[in-house]
């Protein structure tokens, strides 16, 4: 029986929508576009000024916190736009009206060498409590995997930009970091269904991940994976042995079988590529 895991994505309408580009090839590195603006309903273009009048000393809004997608990396596949949302933590006297938040990589969001995403969506923004002066921003980035080159798995900047009532702005362009990941995908396969008592199981699989350049998946090449196996009676899995992918990302060994359980591959992850573990397959020993 083959049994495929993927880690999910969310689907959505492009980040990037006026510019049109093929679903299956990302865009060369010289034909993307620039850093959105911040306080832009469109967010496309070079960055601009945040808009809000000339920040004195002691009336900027001040910008506590931004976190991007709960914390986590942003694991994107080949083809499917990744949503993500923005929270965004600011405080003033007058209180906060709006906020923005774009992520983005390169040295500056002024030279048209970087690179980033920002939200076509609203803003929404909710007091903090009973507090008059501090409030959470919410908004959602939709990240076009079109728009990305494989070497985009990296960590990339948050820039933050906050607007108080009485139209005071903060903005930071290096507030927090995050990361984007590639999607994986792995299979196993455990067979001969049923197995003599002593006898050989082959397990077999593929581990994969997104190529954002091709719009496919690839197999991942010297990856290290775990072979574990759980008996029928057990809700525990322990590790039988390491193997490592071919270069094509195919898996393949060989185990005795003593008694009824599940078979699976464990896969810890890399800086770019998230971890995965698909559902064991069962093979009756008899």
């Known amino acids: ?7 999910a994505v ?11 580009v093929p679903a299956t090839q990302a865009a060369p590195a010289d034909d993307r576009p620039g850093v959105p603006s911040y306080g832009s309903a469109t967010h496309q273009g070079s960055a601009a000024a945040a808009k809000g009048r000339a920040r004195e000393a002691g009336e900027a809004p001040v ?17 499917a736009v990744k949503k993500v949302t923005v929270s965004i933590t600011a405080s003033h006297p007058s209180g906060i009206t709006d906020a923005d938040a774009i992520i983005w990589t390169g040295v500056s969001v002024d030279v048209p060498e970087s690179f980033g995403f920002g939200s076509t969506g609203p803003t929404s923004c909710v007091p903090v409590g009973t ?5 959470i921003c919410t908004q959602t980035i939709e990240i076009d995997p079109t728009w990305l080159l494989n070497s985009d798995s990296k960590g990339w900047n948050v820039g933050v930009w906050v607007n108080s009532k ?12 995050t990361s984007l990941q ?10 001969p269904e049923p197995v003599v008592k002593g006898g050989t199981v082959t ?6 991940r997104a190529n954002w350049e091709t719009g496919t998946y690839k197999g991942y090449a010297t990856q290290s994976v775990k072979l574990e196996f759980r008996k029928s009676t ?19 060994t060989t185990s005795k079988a003593t008694v009824d359980g599940y078979w699976r591959w464990n896969f810890a992850g890399t800086s770019t590529t998230p971890a995965i573990i698909p559902a064991g397959d069962f093979v009756d020993v008899r």
């Open 10 to 20: 969310a689907t959505g309408a492009l980040a990037l929508s006026a510019l049109a």
């Open 234 to 252: 057990s809700t525990a899995y322990t590790s039988v042995k390491g193997v490592k992918t071919s270069t094509t990302g195919t898996l393949k």
């Open 166 to 177: 009485d139209t005071f702005s903060a903005q930071s362009d290096k507030f927090g970091r």
């Open 203 to 208: 397990i077999t699989g593929k581990l994969t």
């Open 182 to 191: 590639r999607l994986a995908k792995l299979d196993v396969n455990a067979a």
């Open 131 to 135: 507090s008059t002066t501090t409030s």
């Open 63 to 79: 910008i506590s916190k931004a976190v991007v997608n709960g914390g986590k990396p942003i694991i994107v596949g080949a083809k």
């Open 1 to 7: 029986m083959r049994i495929r895991a993927t880690v």
